[in-house]
């Protein structure tokens, strides 16, 4: 069904892209082309055609995209598992637990003193 209403979807959008891309902006559009005086349709009933075509596919264009969002297929919750869930699932513990890491820095022997950069000649 979600496949069927997004191919609807498509069709009506290249439509709307069509029917709008024909008319004018000033409201000549299409008739503004057809000036022979029998012609089937009026200037006016040409440009009122165009007009409710474009209101038309807009219209359904929305009422599509929320049927096609109320059809989106939805699996189980439990079946879309993240990839890290079943990392942290699998792990492997080491035998010896988690190693731990000294909490202070060691302190220098006193006969020791520390080695520190030259100054540069901007700071002086």
């Known amino acids: ?14 439509l709307l892209v069509l029917i709008v ?6 409201g000549g559009g ?9 012609q089937v349709m009026g200037v006016r009933k040409t440009a009122d ?17 929320i049927m096609a969002s109320a059809a989106i297929p939805r699996g189980e ?20 637990g988690v190693p731990s890491f000294p909490d202070a820095v060691p302190d220098m022997p006193d006969d020791q003193e520390p080695i520190l950069p030259p100054p540069d000649d901007d700071e002086q």
Request: net charge negative.
């Open 1 to 14: 069904m979600f496949i069927f209403i997004s191919v609807l979807i498509f069709i009506a959008a290249i």
């Open 21 to 26: 891309l024909v008319q004018n902006s000033k």
């Open 30 to 38: 299409l008739a503004a082309n057809f000036s022979s005086s029998n």
């Open 49 to 65: 055609f165009l007009e409710k075509a474009t209101w038309t596919l807009a219209a359904s264009l929305v009422i599509l995209s």
């Open 77 to 96: 919750v439990e079946a879309q598992r993240s990839l890290i869930e079943d990392q942290i699932d699998q792990r492997v513990v080491p035998p010896q």
